[in-house]
Each structure stands twice: as structure tokens, then as C-alpha cells.
């Protein structure tokens, strides 16, 4: 129904309403409805205990800190502290849901076409992330070297990310060489291989939503 702009958009969106509504009612619904939609997605196990580790200390000690120095009587310290570590926990929410509905570069290609952005900016973030896996296997080759001159470099070794850096720099020229030998320049007009139109309906279901979040805002008293 929406594509991954339009999901983007909503989880921008929500988010600011979040931060700057102090309602735990609308947390709460919105938990419930990115809690139904993780579901639906068929998270695995495993990334639920990851959700469940990156979120359960930044929220207790949210909860805590306003619930132990916060202003004001015990109902009203609890309340906040409540809002403040739902808001937490539905950020983290919010964000896995979009992790798990869009891959980055589908989103980027996305952004591209519907935002309008820079090809330059595109591909460059696109290279980043391709590079990551070949970051790991270069940082494996450069310890497995200095090994076999009797040199240890571990992670907080400088001279270790400082051989990773000059790697980097190769890569990234040759890079700029294989575009440029693929006809890419830039600020050029370019043709795209798949087209990614907003959908209509997606607008209509984060019209929706919103207007829900502010009608549940309107009549929620906590």
C-alpha cells in the first residue's frame, strides 16, 4: 500500500508527534499497532531479543529517572516516567518495523526518484554500504599480515585503522574510475531501470493514521 518513501514519511511523522505529545494513551495504541505489524511481518526470534536487549535499559532508566527526581507529586512523576519510557520503546519500535519493511537501498533508490536526490549523494552511500562486508574481510587481512611480521593489532590498535583508512582511499578511487568508465557524471541527467511512483494510498493511510493520533490526543486525558 505504501511505498518505502511513504513509510519513511510515516515514521517521521509519528515520531515528532510522539516527541512532542506527552500522551501515554497514544503511545500505548501506537505500541500496540507497530507491536501487530512486527508480527505480521513474521520477525524472527532472534531479532525480537535483539529488540528486546537494545531497548530494555534505555527504558527502565528512562522510567527511573523521572519516576526518582522528577517534579512533582507520585502520580505525576509515575505518569511522566511512563511516557518517557514508552516513548522510548516505540521509537525503537517505529524503527524496526521500517528496518524490516525496506532493505537501505531500496530506499535510497526510492529517496532518489522521489525526492529528487543527488545521484552523487545516492551511489556514494550505496557504495558505503556494499563496502562494508569487504571493511571486515580487509580489517581480517591487515591483522593476519601484521601477525606474520609479529606485529598484534587489535581493534584499538590506530595503526590498524589507520592501514583501513589508506585501503579506503584506494577503493574509492577506484570506484570513481569504474563509474566514470560506466558513463556516470555527475549533475547529468539519468535514466532509471524501475520506477517507484508514491502510492495514493499511501497518502490516504498516513492521512488516516494521523488524524487518528490526533482525534486519540484530543479525548485521551493521560
Partial sequence: MMNASQRLYL????????????????????????????????????????????????????????????????????HFGLVMGSRILLFILISAWLNNSVTPTVLLQFLQQNLKLSATFTYGILAAL???????????????????????????????????????????????????????QEGASRSALKSYPYQKAGFVMIGALLISTFVLLKYSSF
Fill in 130 to 184: 556494499n563496502f562494508v562486508p569487504r571493511f571486515k574481510e580487509a580489517f581480517k587481512s591487515i591483522q593476519a599480515a601484521g601477525l606474520m611480521r609479529g606485529e598484534v593489532l587489535t581493534w584499538y590498535t590506530p595503526s590498524l585503522y589507520f592501514k583501513a583508512i589508506v585501503q579506503s582511499i584506494n577503493w574509492s578511487e577506484m570506484m570513481a574510475m569504474a563509474m566514470t568508465a560506466h558513463g556516470f
Fill in 11 to 78: 515514521a517521521i511523522l509519528l515520531s515528532f508527534e510522539v516527541a512532542l505529545t506527552r500522551s501515554l494513551t497514544l503511545n500505548l495504541a501506537l505500541f500496540v499497532l507497530f507491536f501487530s505489524l512486527l508480527l505480521f511481518q513474521k520477525v524472527s526470534i532472534k531479532r525480537w531479543m535483539t529488540y528486546l536487549a537494545v531497548a530494555t535499559l534505555p527504558t527502565l532508566g528512562t522510567f527511573w529517572s523521572f519516576y526518582l527526581f522528577g517534579v512533582g507529586d507520585l502520580a505525576s512523576r509515575t
